[in-house]
């Protein structure tokens, strides 16, 4: 079965700092690799998708990549800013579902 | 629609109750996704369908659970004789086609068993 991790459990950082959230996968045969934020008691709203073949995709200060031989995936967050607080996941699928981490707090403090 | 919508939003039942919980996904997606997620934990599968069949029901945690999409668009999750540790926020995803394309996913509903 696959199993996904995601370090570290919490994060804070002060305004303006870039971060690097770390998401390891135990089984390498994914289709594609999706980063998601959610706020507290709400859904979860997609950031970005990598697909299998290939190796990061990029959104505004966002940029995920994914090294599949290895098994892990990181998610970027240039100059980051208080909106960005949240809880980050991420979820490998392997056809039929999405395998989540526990993900990420990250707390940015103005 | 624009998004993926699940109503309601909240649900507060009484153990032992029976419970439906309803996702419309985005209009033209074919694969539909239900998840369990308890606070602090990340999502957990409960079934994927892709049209109108079941093709994984293996997350479903016993037979007091059971979900159709008869018209493979709406989705209805239907848990029977609901006990407490059932209480958790239930999230419906869609995507247009399965396995390869991105998931969008509802805003959930917060189910709380009483």
């Known amino acids: 079965k696959q199993e996904v991790t995601q370090i570290p459990a919490a994060l804070s950082v002060p305004e303006g700092e870039n971060l690097v959230l770390n998401c390891s996968f135990t089984d390498s045969a994914i289709y594609n690799l999706q980063w998601f934020r959610q706020d507290p008691g709400k859904g979860l709203t997609s950031l970005l998708l990598?697909?299998?073949?290939?190796r990061e995709q990029t959104s505004g200060r966002l940029n995920a990549s994914l090294d599949k031989s290895s098994g892990r995936s990181t998610l970027y967050i240039a100059a980051s800013q208080p909106g960005d607080s949240a809880t980050y996941l991420c979820?490998?699928?392997?056809?039929?579902?999405?395998?989540f981490g526990t993900g990420t707090s990250l707390t940015v403090i103005p | 629609g624009a998004g993926v919508s699940q109503t309601p939003s909240n649900k507060v039942t009484e153990k032992g109750k029976y419970v439906e919980l309803r996702c419309d996904p985005i209009?033209?997606?074919?694969?539909l996704y239900w998840y369990r997620q308890s606070l602090g934990q990340g999502p957990e599968f409960l079934i994927y369908?892709?049209?109108?069949?079941?093709?994984?029901d293996s997350g479903l945690p016993n037979d007091r659970f059971f979900a159709v999409r008869p018209e493979g668009s709406v989705s209805t999750l239907k848990i029977q004789r609901t006990e407490r540790g059932d209480s958790a926020m239930y999230l419906c995803a869609s995507s247009p086609r399965p396995a390869d394309t991105e998931a969008f996913f509802g805003q959930g509903t917060r189910l709380t068993v009483v």
């Open positions: 209009s033209g997606h074919t694969a």
């Open positions: 979820a490998a699928s392997t056809g039929n579902q999405f395998y």
């Open positions: 369908f892709q049209g109108t069949g079941a093709a994984d």
């Open positions: 990598i697909q299998s073949s290939q």
